[in-house]
Each structure stands twice: as structure tokens, then as C-alpha cells.
């Protein structure tokens, strides 16, 4: 699963992996979680180049009455994504690009858990597989995002069975391109990120309380056994 992750990259370095991005340094977070704003792409059916948005982390379907549902569908399985009720609609027709350059993962160790930032060795930042839905039964509209997850790579395996979908650059235009809307050449795109370009830093427990920012959650541990 994914449920905490950075984007601390400067403007430079996600225009490094996409041209297109023509902002002032975003402001760095370090610790996002569950219904904050990240910083998205995506491409709509009508536009014939993508854009970079702001979008909440909790996917809310057009049809949900409570914008609650959020909270349960910050991730979304890539083996079902096809069928799922809250997920089918927006595989077909709403994806996304999520960006990040890190993301956290807690290993159970003696009754504690350890926390790990997992990033690549580069430490250059990267795009998660997303879906993003509109939903405007409210007072206000929301546009909100999920991120798919697969099954975990070598290094994963040793935090967690499950890691967020790492897509390669050149896999970019074909997720986000609007006309394509058959699951098969989509399923593909969703498989485990090669472990041997990542690492795992265990961090200081003080990334555990969300409202926590700045670089101190990702500093690595001087002593891994301390927590």
C-alpha cells in the first residue's frame, strides 16, 4: 500500500522528467497523507496536451453522497482497478500521473514499527499510477485521486507484500492518453518497479505524526537501531 509519500523535488528536477512543467519551485512536502493536495497530471479527453493540477489523495466517485468515502480509497489494488465499482469509471477514462520522490513504509520489528523512506537511488523524483474522479455534489467541487498499488518487489518484500505502481517515462503517454480505454494494454503497465534502482533509508519515527514536516522525515537514522 502507500500511505504516506514526499514530492521535496525542485522545479528543475520534475522538469527533468517532464518538460512540460513550466512552475516556480513547489513548496516541499515532506510528509503527505490522506486528503491533502498533492501535485498531479493528467490529460483531458478534450486537451491535446497534459496539465499540471492539484488534486486531493482520496478518491471521492461522481456518485458518492459523502465525500468520506475518501478516506477508504486512498490506494487502489491494480488487480481488480477493472472492476471495482469506485475505480472502473476513472480506469477507463481518468487517469493520472502522481508525483513524487519518495514514499514511506513501517516494518513491524519487536513489537515497534521501524519506518523506511523508499526512494530511488537518483534520488530524482518519479510518477505513481493515478486515477482522479470530479465530484461536485457538495458545496464546493472536489477533484481527488487515488494511486494503484501492485504486489512488492525484492527490496519491498522485506517491508511490506504490497508497493505503489512506479510507472517508467516512456509508459507515461500511454496511461495518461484519453482515447485509450481497453484494461488489457493499461494491466500491464501496472507491475512492480525494478527494486534494484530504489533504496529503503530507515528515518526517525518523527514522520509517524502526519503534521510533521520538513526535511527531519527523511533524515536516515545515524544508529538504524535507535527508531
Not at 105 to 129: M, N
Not at 162 to 183: C, G, N, Y
Request: aromatic share 10%; proline share 11%.
Amino acid at each position: 500500500m502507500c500511505g504516506r509519500f514526499t514530492l521535496a523535488a525542485s522545479a528543475h528536477a520534475i522538469k527533468e522528467l517532464f518538460p512540460l512543467f513550466d512552475e516556480a519551485d513547489p513548496e516541499p512536502q515532506y510528509n503527505i497523507a490522506p486528503t491533502q493536495s498533492l501535485l498531479a497530471v493528467r490529460q483531458l479527453p478534450a486537451s491535446a496536451r497534459p496539465e499540471f493540477v492539484r488534486l486531493r489523495w482520496g478518491l471521492i466517485p461522481s456518485w458518492a453522497d459523502d465525500p468520506k468515502v475518501g478516506y477508504r480509497t486512498i490506494n487502489a489494488r491494480s488487480e481488480s482497478v477493472a472492476s471495482k465499482p469506485a475505480f472502473r469509471t476513472p480506469f477507463r477514462e481518468s487517469r493520472c500521473l502522481i508525483l513524487a520522490d519518495g514514499f514511506y513504509e513501517w516494518k513491524k520489528t519487536d513489537g515497534s514499527k521501524q519506518p523506511f523512506h523508499i526512494r530511488l537511488k537518483t534520488g530524482k523524483p518519479f510518477a505513481f499510477a493515478g486515477l482522479y474522479a470530479h465530484w461536485d455534489k457538495g458545496e464546493k467541487p472536489i477533484d481527488s485521486c487515488t494511486i494503484l498499488t501492485t504486489e512488492a518487489n525484492e527490496l519491498m518484500r522485506t517491508l511490506h507484500d504490497r508497493m505503489p505502481v512506479i510507472l517508467e517515462p516512456a509508459s507515461f503517454d500511454q496511461w495518461l492518453d484519453p482515447t485509450q480505454h481497453k484494461p488489457e494494454p493499461l494491466q500491464a503497465l501496472l507491475r512492480p518497479f525494478p527494486s534494484e534502482v530504489m533504496t529503503a533509508i530507515p528515518i526517525s519515527t518523527y514522520v509517524n505524526n502526519a503534521r510533521n514536516q520538513g526535511p527531519e522525515c527523511i533524515a536516515p537514522l545515524k544508529d538504524p537501531g535507535s527508531g
